[in-house]
Each structure stands twice: as structure tokens, then as C-alpha cells.
């Protein structure tokens, strides 16, 4: 009884939570595997770690390119892959790593070079990251620039 208890009251603080974001009308936000689990079981799914900053990405203002549109929509555009489910592993920095190099691929190429990386590759074979013990998407993007 007491981790069912424990489980519902996790369940109603996330609704809580849904019901404000949706409230904004920005975003479209629902209930799922997550939706009863407490802050610190959530957090230890997750394995993004800070990078260093040797490995930090360059910033871009996009408000530099000539005749840019405000926004795209490039899942409608069928340039970036359905969302993917990690499961237990803390590979949140291998699915985003992938995801931007897929999509950006594409992108700068056509829709005919949407390629399907591996995530498993980067958790086995990144040596600068940790597995499903966490990792930083800098560093999967240098592995997965030095790869042969």
C-alpha cells in the first residue's frame, strides 16, 4: 500500500505539472511510463553530463543567414526520425547526438540522405563518453566525426 501510495501522489504532482504546461498552449504535454516515478528515479534514467569546455559546440546566430525563415517544422518536412525510447540506459547523449547529425545530414543534403545512425555504436565504442552511465552529445559528435 505504501508504494502505491507513493506512486499516486507522484502521479498527481505530474499531472499537476501536464496540465499547467498545456495551460500555455505552447507545447502539448501527456502522461506516460514516467508519469509515477519520483524526481531522483527519473534522474538516475537520464546520463547527460555537462561537457567540458574543450568539447563545447560553436554558437551560430541564426539571425545571421540571409532570408532565413522564422521557423520549420522539419519533423512535417520528413527530415527527422519518430522519437525513440532509451529504456534503462542513461543514453539520452547518444539519441540527441544521432538525431542532430541525421537531421543536419539531411538537411544540407535531401530527404533521400535521412540516415539511420547507431546509438548502440556510440554507448559500446565512444571511450569519451559513459555508456548508459551518461555522456555528452560533444563528445559522441567528435567520436562520430573521427569515425572511419
Not at 10 to 15: A, C, E, G
Not at 19 to 42: C, I, L, P, Q, W
Not at 92 to 118: D, H, M
Amino acid at each position: 500500500m505504501e508504494e502505491y501510495t507513493s506512486r499516486f501522489e507522484n502521479f498527481k504532482f505530474m499531472h499537476a505539472e501536464i496540465k499547467k504546461f498545456n495551460a500555455e498552449g505552447k507545447t502539448v504535454h501527456a502522461h506516460n511510463k514516467f508519469s509515477d516515478m519520483s524526481r531522483a528515479e527519473y534522474k538516475a534514467l537520464l546520463g547527460y553530463k555537462p561537457a567540458p569546455k574543450d568539447l563545447s559546440a560553436p554558437v551560430h546566430d541564426v539571425n545571421s543567414v540571409p532570408n532565413a525563415p522564422a521557423s520549420v517544422d522539419w519533423v512535417s518536412a520528413g527530415y527527422v526520425y519518430a522519437i525513440q525510447d532509451q529504456g534503462q540506459c542513461g543514453s539520452c547523449w547518444a539519441f540527441s547526438s544521432t538525431c542532430t547529425v541525421e537531421s543536419s545530414y539531411a538537411i544540407g543534403r535531401g530527404k533521400s540522405y535521412l540516415y539511420n545512425l547507431s546509438e548502440q555504436q556510440l554507448v559500446s565504442c565512444s571511450t569519451r563518453n559513459s555508456g548508459c552511465n551518461g555522456g555528452t552529445y560533444q563528445a559522441a559528435w567528435n567520436y562520430l566525426k573521427n569515425s572511419p
